[in-house]
């Protein structure tokens, strides 16, 4: 009866030396040309940030343009509507003055034209003074 066993070796910080000389080495780091490719990978991220910042600074610049341009049109526009609002408020006045002299032209109309005339009908309205400078006496 002849079995055939496996060998046993040792486990522990002995063994690993030992399994150092085994023949069985680690491979080398491929890492040995990190160091260059990390440095032109960093130029890259470095030239890329470089242009995204002048891409940046240009549409800033655009922008800043495009807001002086808009400002100064709503400042145009604001005094345009001043200006409108102006007009509005002289047309409402001459519009109420012309509606109350239509109302007193309605009632002329609808008076008897026989019947007396009445106190305030006699009187003609009162006309605004002419500007006249008051002069020092000599």
Do not use: C
Request: glycine share 8%.
């Amino acid at each position: 009866m002849s079995e055939i066993r496996p060998k046993l070796k040792a486990v522990g910080a002995e063994a690993k030396d030992a399994g150092a000389g085994d023949g069985l080495s680690e491979r080398p780091a491929p890492d040995a040309e990190s160091p260059r490719r990390t440095t032109w990978l960093l130029a890259a991220l470095l030239l890329l940030a470089f242009l995204a910042l002048v891409i940046q600074t240009s549409r800033v610049g655009a922008l800043s343009g495009e807001v002086s341009r808009l400002s100064s049109d709503l400042a145009g526009a604001r005094a345009a509507l001043l200006a409108y609002e102006g007009r509005l408020a002289t047309v409402r006045e001459v519009v109420g003055e012309l509606s109350r002299r239509v109302g007193q032209l309605d009632e002329l109309v609808r008076r008897d034209p026989l019947a007396p005339p009445e106190a305030e009908d006699l009187e003609p309205p009162a006309a605004p003074a002419p500007y006249a400078p008051e002069l020092p006496e000599p």
